[in-house]
């Protein structure tokens, strides 16, 4: 009894930043990230870098979703990308569209996707759902490896007509992270949300008591797919081309994994601060080719070992603190 009511005050204790101060913040910094460039306070290169971190954090989330929240853990997330890349090729090399179109197209292809393999990776769990999901993306980029339409191993380019500036990249994956981050906070903080957690927790015992597994799962898989379709549309476009090694190759999945763990994953700031060190991490050992992913991998095992909440996670169960709550009736 001691126990438990002790467990209670320590409950109790935790500080929650959240509610209007929160907003009020994320709006000063939204309005900040966005005038600064304007003005010309941010130099291209800064642009590029912050773009980047934009996106990864929108990748970096949208598993983190899956994963952190409702259990599903995938190793194929570059199948969205991909489709999403070669979507944005396609359209504005092939058929000279605008790359608002191939972001359209790859947004609907990546939730079409999600939504067609729903039908078979909902039947398993575990290592086997992460398993098929990493085998249809190789499984895709060897069909998209041998498609004459897409030219094969040789790539495509993206020819958007005007081509957007850095400026304007800069802006839409700036857009899409807010946006994928305030749709995460709210389904979180909805009724779908504590079934997704439930679900996580014990899909027996959440079916039990009356989460439609099946139809929590769709919509979260659906939801994650479609936004990662975009961010990988979003990060083609900066990059001006792609192949079927590039935009269905592991290291994706690599990349965004790394990312939530080291932030800290079952977290809303993990992602952002994981997506913050690694863009940072991956700059500096750009000119060491030949071990920056063995230098990502010792840093992500010392996380585990010492950390294996992450860095964010950890912190706040240390100082007992919790930035923006997920507990749909917490009093923030």
């Known amino acids: 009894m001691k126990t438990k009511t002790l467990e209670a005050s320590a409950h109790k204790q935790v500080r929650v930043f959240g509610g209007l101060p929160m907003l009020i913040t994320a709006v000063v910094i939204v309005a900040l990230l966005v005038i600064l460039p304007l003005t010309g306070v941010l130099s ?6 912050l773009l980047k971190i ?17 259990g599903m853990t995938s190793l194929g997330q570059q199948s969205f990308i991909g489709i999403a890349g070669y979507s944005l090729a396609v359209m504005t090399f092939t058929y000279g569209a605008s790359y608002w179109a191939g972001f359209a ?4 292809l990546g939730a079409a996707l999600a939504l ?65 981050l305030v749709v995460i906070y709210l389904l979180l903080r909805s009724k779908i949300g504590l079934g997704l957690t439930a679900m996580r927790d014990d ?23 479609f936004f990662t379709a975009l961010a990988g549309g979003v990060f083609y476009l900066n990059k001006g081309s792609i192949y079927p090694s590039g935009g269905f190759g592991i290291n994706w999945t690599v990349s965004i994994v790394f990312i939530v763990i080291i932030g800290g994953i079952g977290t809303m700031g993990g992602p952002i601060l994981g997506a913050i060190i690694y863009t940072v991490l991956e700059e500096m050992l750009a000119s060491y080719p030949g071990y920056s992913n063995i230098i990502l991998g010792l840093i992500a095992i010392l996380v585990i070992l010492f950390l294996p909440d992450g ?22």
């Open 44 to 49: 291209s290169n800064t642009q590029r870098y």
């Open 203 to 225: 899909a027996d015992a959440a079916s039990s008591v009356g989460v439609n597994i099946f139809q929590s799962k769709l919509l979260c898989f659906v939801i994650c797919g």
């Open 116 to 180: 067609g393999l729903s039908v078979l990776l909902f039947r398993m769990r575990g290592m086997y759902f992460a398993i098929a999901t990493w085998v249809v993306a190789e499984a895709l980029k060897t069909f998209f490896t041998s498609w004459t339409f897409v030219k094969q191993g040789a790539g495509m380019t993206i020819k958007a007509k005007p081509y957007p500036s850095t400026t304007e990249i800069y802006m839409i994956a700036l857009v899409l992270c807010v946006v994928s």
């Open 54 to 70: 934009f996106l990864y954090c929108c990748l970096g989330s949208m598993w983190n979703l899956m994963s952190g929240y409702t």
């Open 105 to 108: 197209v790859g947004g609907v």
């Open 311 to 332: 860095i964010l996670g950890t912190l706040q169960k240390k100082f007992h603190f919790e930035i923006l709550s997920q507990k749909r009736f917490s009093k923030e």
